[in-house]
Antibody, heavy 115, light 113 residues
Framework: QVQPQQWGTGLLKPSETLSLTCAVHGEPFSDYYWSWIRQPPGKGLEWIGEIDHGGTTKYNPSLRSRVTISIDTSNNQFFLSLTSVTAADTAVYYC?????????WGQGTLVTVSS | DIVMTQSPDSLAVSLGGRATINCKSSQTVLSSSNNQNYLAWYQQKPGQPPKLLIYWASTRESGVPERFSGSGSGTHFTLTISSLQAEDVAVYYCQQHYSIPPTFGQGTKVEIK
């Protein structure tokens, strides 16, 4: 079964760029859509955006101006870039397979934005 | 955006008791083209990612115990845990994927009474 594994920088300063990678093992990567979702500490879930194997993306309008999701199908990986981060971007970031519903999920990466 | 509102925010249920969580959407998530409700439920335990329990409002994900069931249509949905077990202590979220962006409820915390 597909199991996403994710990694990236955990501590950023305001105005820096968040970069995360999600690698997928176990099933054909190109058959699915893939999403990024975040969860501020102690709070609920916010969808960031999705990408398909052809590189077509959809983003949450609330983040669209700062988000880029890209994909490397040859290595079964997809990526999140979020520019100009502030303390409000502090959250656990998850990658997940996207059927409309989400699952399975990566283990999560805590990203803290602090000066 | 479609707003998802869950109730209650928290509930305490005795072991073996029934837990009922409600989810209301600000507009319908029922598709007229396929008669499916674009509604999913998740369970999240502390320090873990959410786990998919139910999709299409009432279809259990593979491996999910039968005590978890989903019901409802249109704008009102319910997740029921028929006989609460200790391992069911968690926060539960509903999510709509009828329109972009997909949105989640605020979560309902389930505890043991």
């Amino acid at each position: 079964q597909v199991q996403p594994q994710q990694w990236g920088t955990g501590l950023l300063k305001p105005s820096e760029t968040l970069s995360l990678t999600c690698a997928v093992h176990g099933e054909p990567f190109s058959d699915y859509y893939w999403s990024w979702i975040r969860q501020p500490p102690g709070k609920g879930l916010e969808w960031i955006g999705e990408i398909d194997h052809g590189g077509t993306t959809k983003y949450n309008p609330s983040l669209r101006s700062r988000v880029t999701i890209s994909i490397d199908t040859s290595n079964n990986q997809f990526f999140l870039s979020l520019t100009s981060v502030t303390a409000a971007d502090t959250a656990v970031y998850y990658c997940a397979r996207d059927y409309g519903w989400f699952g399975p999920w990566g283990q999560g990466t805590l990203v803290t934005v602090s000066s | 955006d479609i707003v998802m509102t869950q109730s209650p925010d928290s509930l305490a249920v005795s072991l073996g008791g029934r837990a009922t969580i409600n989810c209301k959407s600000s507009q319908t998530v029922l598709s007229s083209s396929n008669n499916q409700n674009y509604l999913a439920w998740y369970q999240q335990k502390p320090g873990q990612p959410p786990k998919l329990l139910i999709y299409w409002a009432s279809t259990r994900e593979s491996g999910v115990p039968e005590r978890f069931s989903g019901s409802g249509s249109g704008t009102h949905f319910t997740l029921t845990i028929s006989s609460l077990q200790a391992e069911d202590v968690a926060v539960y979220y509903c999510q709509q994927h009828y329109s972009i962006p997909p949105t989640f409820g605020q979560g309902t915390k389930v505890e043991i009474k």
